[in-house]
């Protein structure tokens, strides 16, 4: 849901901390990360630190899973014996490198995944589908591309462009489809008013 909502990457959304969620605000930051004690280290882009805004439901769905939670486990969505088997025994023999903080913090995401989407029907499908299509919704709804830009994270407009001009392209059908039933009751009304002046 939180994926949804934000267009977070499957990296923002595993490296998310209780810090960077303003339940007041009703918004998630992506924010790099130090490394400290509890927190590894993090990198993003200039772009790529952004916040982003989260629903009523979500809000609630995360205040619930944060009452859930023991204390002491900063991380959002990483289950606590994952993080604790990282901080255990990855970090303290030093195999915990900058680039696992983004590749290997789940290692069956992936298969977990695949069970949601077999239960849900879908054949195939990426972690990444939910990203494009939270962000197919921004424009749907009458997003700018360039408020669309900013809170994707994209460093290019040239990546935005091609979400909206996908979306362009179902609005041009939509429009294309209205226009044809408008002309066609106009001319259902011209012939009923010519029938009516030839009698």
């Known amino acids: 849901m939180v994926a949804l909502a934000t ?3 499957r990296a923002e959304l595993l490296n998310c901390t209780w810090a960077d969620v303003d339940f007041d605000a009703q918004a998630i930051e992506v924010n790099a990360k130090e490394n400290t004690k509890d927190t590894w280290e993090w990198r993003i882009k200039d ?11 979500i809000v609630k769905m995360l205040v619930d899973h944060q ?3 023991p204390e ?3 991380y959002v969505f990483i289950p606590t014996p994952r993080y604790d088997y990282i901080q255990k025994v990855l970090r303290p023999k030093g195999t915990w490198a900058l680039t696992d903080a983004r590749l290997k913090v789940l290692n069956n995401l992936r298969r977990q995944f695949n069970k949601i989407l077999a239960k849900a029907g ?3 499908g990426t972690i990444h589908d939910i990203r494009r299509t939270a962000i197919t919704m921004w424009f749907a709804n009458g997003m ?3 408020d669309v830009m900013v809170l994707a994270g994209h460093s290019s407009f040239a990546t935005t462009h091609e979400f909206y001009l996908a979306v362009a392209d179902d609005l041009i ?27």
């Open 72 to 74: 002491g486990y900063p």
């Open 47 to 57: 772009t790529d630190h952004r916040t982003l805004p989260l629903t009523e439901d």
């Open 144 to 146: 700018s591309e360039h």
């Open 173 to 199: 059908h939509r429009a294309r489809i209205a226009t044809a039933q408008g002309m066609r009751q106009k001319m259902v009304q011209k012939l009923f008013e010519a029938k009516k002046c030839l009698t």
């Open 7 to 9: 267009t977070m990457r």
């Open 122 to 124: 879908i054949k195939k």
């Open 67 to 69: 009452a859930q939670q």
